[in-house]
């Protein structure tokens, strides 16, 4: 681990909280990558002290003190997440050819970096792997023998991509109609259920009823037939849960504050790509449906692991 040294750019996203800011950026500053792209929103005119805590928040950028290129891309006005976040994401893979890929509230593990590093390189020109996330929400349970596994869904808290997949972002979503209106979502998704909450969450999204720029992303890997890697371990550590936050305000969700695991090196790629069904359906019934007594079970169960493997 001590041999290794990034040569990756590294993107951060910031807005006003300095608290976690200074955490994740601490986790940058260790890893020392040799380019840093910072995007940040500007202060909401109708809330009051917002203007200090974002020039606050940005006054860490400025600490960097190590071999670094700093490349900012301040916004003074506020755009709000969507807008900034997605023109975020094209300002990033326009300047880069490949990054990785932090918000103010994702704590990475140490190995986090390296393990994005590798696969960016290893999946470079494999057009199927759309992005490398960081997270796990397998909740102890141990999908593959291998380091990682192939997912239909693009987990963004703490990820890596390349210029080559992102070009197939649309933030307008104008393939939608299309795809809709062909019932596509079923030969993608299958499942009934799963194939009425996508619709949903895609066709509100599409007439601007949830501000987002997520779901866009998973329609574009969707529809490229793309594949996300899922790490074995999580890597990534949420916290963002609570007031503060735009859209995980739930302090007291399972999703917050997963704890973190370190990923082994060599890595251990798997043999062929087949996404792990059986890990999907976890994730969507836990994840995105949001199905409380599910979630629960998942959650005594990985303590019951944690705690086995403790002792």
């Known amino acids: 681990m001590h041999n290794f040294q990034l040569k990756t750019p590294v993107a951060f996203l910031i807005f006003k909280r300095t608290e976690s800011t200074e955490r994740v950026f601490e986790a940058i500053r260790q890893a ?11 202060p909401r005119t109708d809330r009051p002290g917002e203007a200090d805590k974002c020039a606050a928040t940005r006054a860490i950028i400025d600490r960097v003190d190590w071999d670094c290129e700093v490349l900012k891309n301040y916004s003074d006005v ?68 291998h380091s990682y596994y192939f997912s239909r869904y693009p987990h963004t808290w703490g990820w890596a991509s390349w210029r080559r997949a992102w ?25 009934p259920k799963t194939v009425k909450f996508w619709f949903k969450q895609f066709q509100e999204t599409y007439q601007e009823k949830i501000s987002t720029w997520d779901y866009q992303w998973i329609l574009a890997c969707w529809i490229n037939n793309g594949l996300s890697i899922v790490p074995n371990v999580n890597l990534i550590t949420n916290l963002g849960f609570g007031s503060e936050a735009t859209n995980t305000k739930d302090s ?32 969507q019934k836990t994840h995105y ?7 629960l079970r998942a959650v005594n169960k990985s303590i019951r692991i944690l705690n086995k493997m403790t002792k």
Not at 32 to 42: H, R, W
Not at 82 to 110: C, M, N, Q, Y
Not at 253 to 275: A, D, G, V
Not at 289 to 295: A, E, K, R, S, V
């Open 32 to 42: 020392k990558p040799p380019k840093l792209l910072v995007i940040a929103d500007g």
């Open 78 to 145: 506020n755009m709000g997440m969507k807008k900034r976040e997605a023109s975020g994401f094209d300002w990033i893979f326009k300047t880069v050819e490949e990054a990785i890929i932090l918000e103010d509230d994702t704590l990475p593990h140490p190995t986090f970096f390296r393990y994005c590093e590798e696969l960016l390189d290893y999946y470079r020109d494999d057009e199927r792997i759309m992005l490398i996330s960081g997270n796990n929400f397998q909740f102890g349970r141990k999908r593959t023998e």
């Open 167 to 191: 070009q197939h972002y649309d933030i307008e979503m104008k393939l939608w109609p299309k795809i809709r209106d062909g019932e596509w979502l079923k030969f993608i998704l299958g499942e």
């Open 252 to 283: 007291t969700s399972p999703l917050s504050n997963i704890p973190t695991q370190e990923m082994c090196f060599p890595l251990q790629h798997p043999s062929f790509i087949i996404r792990h069904a059986q890990a999907d359906d976890f994730t």
């Open 289 to 295: 449906q949001y199905q409380p007594n599910i979630l």
